[in-house]
């Protein structure tokens, strides 16, 4: 009465699916605006920067590599086969432990370790990178590596490669795992749980 009109200013967010930047919101008339905050400029139409870091991670690793002589460790602190197995870039995951032995040596070795001490394998037996497993195996990779706790995921540590299969139900990323070490079948996490 007598006041001015205050439009409904509820905001309906949506953000990426990887990197959950925000990407679209709805005004207060219900139509769509783009919002403009410090990851939309890492965005295309149809990319993020996950993406667009993974499509471009070989290429960066050889430059790195070319001009440097010491290991490259990239980005975010994470080894470069470990970041591309994470972010489920399973192709260049492949195409960077084809490069050979030197390189993935200097890129921290088919056994580094990211966040909470994941490694390549951990992250591909989650996804059910079968060709992944299989090469990462072929060059050495240990299906019993463990995990460090995950304190803000509630994950506890302890984990192999098998237990990311089977919490995942990738049967055929399980089967792999086993048959390169059985062993990892009987193999606690740190709350005394098996794969």
């Given at each position: 009465?007598?006041?001015?009109?205050?439009?409904?200013?509820?905001?309906?967010?949506?953000?990426?699916?990887?990197?959950?930047?925000?990407?679209?919101?709805?005004?207060?008339?219900?139509?769509?605006?783009?919002?403009?905050?410090r990851a939309?400029?890492?965005?295309?139409?149809?990319?993020?920067?996950?993406?667009?870091?993974?499509?471009?991670?070989i290429r960066?690793?050889?430059?790195?590599?070319?001009?440097?002589?010491?290991?490259?460790?990239?980005?975010?602190?994470?080894?470069?086969?470990?970041?591309?197995?994470?972010?489920?870039?399973?192709?260049?995951?492949?195409?960077?432990?084809?490069?050979?032995?030197?390189?993935?040596?200097?890129?921290?070795?088919?056994?580094?370790?990211?966040?909470?001490?994941?490694?390549?394998?951990?992250?591909?037996?989650?996804?059910?990178?079968?060709?992944?497993?299989?090469?990462?195996?072929?060059?050495?990779?240990?299906?019993s590596c463990?995990?460090?706790?995950?304190?803000?995921?509630?994950?506890?540590?302890?984990?192999?490669?098998?237990?990311?299969?089977?919490?995942?139900?990738?049967?055929?990323?399980?089967?792999?795992?086993?048959?390169?070490?059985?062993?990892?079948?009987?193999?606690?996490?740190?709350?005394?749980?098996?794969?």
């Amino acid at each position: 009465p007598g006041g001015t009109h205050m439009p409904n200013t509820h905001v309906a967010i949506r953000r990426c699916g990887h990197c959950a930047s925000k990407l679209i919101a709805d005004d207060y008339h219900g139509r769509p605006v783009a919002v403009m905050d410090r990851a939309l400029a890492r965005h295309s139409s149809t990319t993020c920067h996950m993406e667009i870091t993974a499509a471009d991670a070989i290429r960066e690793v050889e430059q790195c590599l070319a001009h440097d002589s010491a290991d490259v460790i990239w980005p975010s602190g994470e080894p470069p086969l470990v970041f591309l197995t994470r972010v489920g870039n399973a192709a260049k995951a492949l195409e960077l432990l084809r490069r050979g032995p030197e390189t993935v040596g200097r890129c921290g070795g088919v056994n580094a370790r990211g966040h909470g001490a994941c490694t390549a394998l951990h992250h591909a037996a989650a996804c059910n990178a079968t060709e992944l497993i299989g090469e990462l195996l072929s060059q050495g990779a240990t299906p019993s590596c463990q995990t460090q706790d995950e304190l803000h995921g509630g994950i506890p540590g302890g984990r192999v490669p098998l237990h990311a299969a089977a919490a995942a139900c990738n049967v055929e990323a399980a089967t792999m795992l086993l048959t390169a070490a059985p062993e990892a079948a009987q193999t606690s996490d740190w709350e005394g749980k098996v794969p």
